[in-house]
Each structure stands twice: as structure tokens, then as C-alpha cells.
Nanobody
């Protein structure tokens, strides 16, 4: 199995940027497709984006397209989420997740491993 630890969250003003990291340990990181999800208070956990095992394929939720970029460094066992032009509605706890599939999916239940989450707060 793989263990995941997110970092990089914080408080930022509207229009600002943050880069989240997700450090993986345990089994070979490159053997997992990875996803980012977020959960605002009182709401369901929503898909943000996913990246394939090799990093060659990415897919984003409409809310993230054009503003967020997912990348991974398999040599460093680390997943990233670059978030630009942040909006108050991006405020949430952000989670990284690992899937045994090659490309991942938009469905949270298909990911078998999760980090503890990192809080992102965007002030207006």
C-alpha cells in the first residue's frame, strides 16, 4: 500500500496562487494514478483533477480547467497541484488519492488510498 501526506495549504487572497504537494511513501509511486479532490464544509467531496501513472494524461473538473495544473515527479514520489487565480469558492480541504488503475477516474470511491488533507482558504 501507499501512504500519502499533503502539504502546502494556507490562506490566500482572491486571485492568488498556491501549490499543493502530496508526498507518497510505501509501494512504488509510479504504479498509481493519482487524483486531487476537495471538500468544503457541509458539502460532498468533489473531484478536482487526475493524472495517469506516467504523468502523460491529465483531466480536470470544469471548475479547475485553465486555473489548476496537476503534475507528478515519480523520481521524487510527489504529486503536485498548482492553483492559480484562486476564488473564494475554492476554499476547501484538499485531498490527494491513489488509484491502482492506469489513468484514475473522477469517482472518489475508485481510489483506495487517501491523504489526511490540507486546508486551502481563499479570502475575498
Amino acid at each position: 500500500q501507499v501512504q500519502l501526506v499533503e502539504s502546502g495549504g494556507g490562506l490566500v487572497q482572491t486571485g492568488g496562487s498556491l501549490k499543493l504537494s502530496c508526498a507518497a511513501s510505501g509501494r512504488t509511486f509510479s504504479g498509481y494514478a493519482m487524483g486531487w479532490f476537495r471538500q468544503a464544509p457541509g458539502k460532498a467531496r468533489d473531484f478536482v483533477g487526475r493524472i495517469s501513472r506516467s504523468g502523460g494524461s491529465t483531466y480536470y473538473a470544469d471548475s479547475a480547467k485553465g486555473r489548476f495544473t496537476i503534475s507528478r515527479d515519480n523520481a521524487k514520489n510527489t504529486l503536485y497541484l498548482q492553483m492559480n487565480n484562486l476564488k473564494p469558492e475554492d476554499t476547501a480541504v484538499y485531498y490527494c488519492a491513489a488509484s491502482n488503475s492506469a489513468y484514475g477516474s473522477t469517482v472518489a470511491s475508485t481510489y483506495g488510498y487517501w491523504g489526511q488533507g490540507t486546508q486551502v482558504t481563499v479570502s475575498s
